[in-house]
């Protein structure tokens, strides 16, 4: 989120508004950028390119050469990113294009908790052990604080669970401990220590909603159920009074990802509890949710200066503020090439869906 006025728009479709009027509806919402055509309160929407970002630089019909530009060159002065529901219209300020400094283009990206895969072999063999879980981090996501529609989002697993905030209330690591005696064991070898360490993780409030455990009998996956839990696992030889050695975890870190529903969502909802219900151009009496949870969006982000304090915005001048839009294909998955032909975010920012852009003023 930006530092100063943030707005996320969100469109259940790839093409963007064109003509004079809002054709978008509340359950397929559409993002339409305005075109203001001087001071005559005249415009259209703009569904072609809104930049020069690139120049054929070659002389002859050979074939084509194009250049990247440094600075992009404007066609037009004074935008405006709208999206039209029935009834309930999200509108930035007017954005004068002299002042917009980034646009970033992020496709999707899944998102994958941080896990480990235990290959212990016969280390623990006829030894008691001691499972040590140090977390070392806790989520920031909006939604494993509020979900009051209890989406289960935040959990990656697809397992539903909420992330325990009653048991992180401090900013102190936390340690929790689970114990597997060989004689509790359904059997004394490799595969009997997963199959109890699954069964004391699942015994175990805290640590179940943290862990989704997958016993592979030759290998254990360990995986954080939620997007920005980073753990430590250290495992204690009891018996023989030893820690193992590190090699006998594979670790995998924490992938964020980019359009994730938990994300789009989540950003939504913030928006919509720090500006009055997504800084609509009036309040609603009943507020939609646009951020469908079974889809994929990519992602733009527009920073623009402000004239900080006659313009909007709470921070100083000097900062900026941001504009995000989200966009997918209109079955819900992530954009390809050609999947509109025309009208498209491509068209208008000059970039080629599913490679990452971005251009700087």
């Known amino acids: 989120m930006g530092t100063?006025?943030?707005?996320?728009?969100?469109?259940?479709?790839?093409?963007?508004?064109?003509?004079?009027?809002?054709?978008?509806?509340?359950?397929?919402?559409?993002i339409g950028i305005w075109n203001l055509a001087g001071n005559s309160g005249a415009g259209a929407y703009v569904n072609t390119a809104l930049y020069q970002a690139s120049a054929d630089l070659t002389d002859d019909d050979s074939g084509e050469s194009l250049v990247a530009i440094a600075n992009p060159l404007w066609f037009y002065n004074n935008l405006q990113f709208v999206?039209?529901?029935?009834?309930?219209?999200?509108?930035?300020?007017?954005?004068?294009?002299?002042?917009?400094?980034?646009?970033?283009?992020?496709?999707?990206?899944?998102?994958?908790?941080?896990?480990?895969?235990?290959?212990?072999?016969?280390?623990?063999?006829?030894?008691?052990?001691?499972?040590?879980?140090?977390?070392?981090?806790?989520?920031?996501?909006?939604?494993?604080?509020?979900?009051?529609?209890?989406?289960?989002?935040?959990?990656?697993s697809g397992?539903?669970?909420?992330?325990?905030l009653g048991a992180f209330n401090t900013t102190n690591h936390k340690v929790i401990n689970v114990e597997s005696l060989f004689a509790d064991r359904p059997t004394n070898d490799e595969a009997g220590l997963y199959d109890h360490l699954v069964t004391l993780i699942a015994a175990n409030p805290v640590l179940n909603a943290l862990f989704n455990v997958t016993d592979n009998t030759t290998t254990c996956t360990i995986a954080a159920r939620h997007p920005g839990v980073i753990f430590d696992l250290i495992i204690n030889n009891d018996t023989d009074e030893t820690t193992l050695a590190s090699s006998v975890q594979t670790v995998t870190g924490?992938?964020?990802?980019?359009?994730?529903?938990?994300?789009?969502?989540?950003e939504e909802i913030r928006c919509r509890s720090r500006y009055g219900n997504f800084n609509r151009m009036y309040l609603p009496q009943n507020m939609m949710t646009y951020t469908q949870t079974a889809y994929q969006y990519d992602k733009i982000t527009i920073e623009y200066e402000h004239n900080w304090p006659t313009s909007t915005g709470i921070a100083p001048a000097g900062t900026l503020n941001q504009v995000v839009l989200y966009f997918t294909d209109s079955d819900g998955t992530a954009p390809v090439v050609g999947d509109a032909g025309t009208a498209t975010y491509d068209d208008a920012f000059g970039i080629t869906i599913a490679t990452a852009a971005e251009f700087i003023w």
Do not use: C, M
């Open 4 to 30: 100063n006025l943030s707005q996320v728009f969100i469109s259940n479709i790839d093409v963007l508004e064109s003509g004079t009027s809002f054709t978008g509806i509340a359950s397929t919402p559409e």
């Open 83 to 156: 999206q039209g529901t029935s009834g309930n219209p999200i509108a930035t300020p007017i954005i004068n294009t002299r002042n917009i400094r980034r646009i970033k283009y992020d496709p999707f990206v899944v998102s994958a908790g941080h896990q480990t895969v235990l290959d212990i072999g016969t280390a623990l063999n006829s030894r008691n052990a001691t499972f040590k879980f140090v977390i070392r981090t806790t989520p920031v996501d909006q939604l494993s604080f509020y979900d009051a529609d209890g989406t289960g989002l935040p959990d990656l």
């Open 159 to 164: 397992g539903g669970y909420q992330f325990p």
């Open 254 to 266: 924490f992938v964020p990802g980019t359009g994730n529903a938990w994300q789009v969502l989540g």
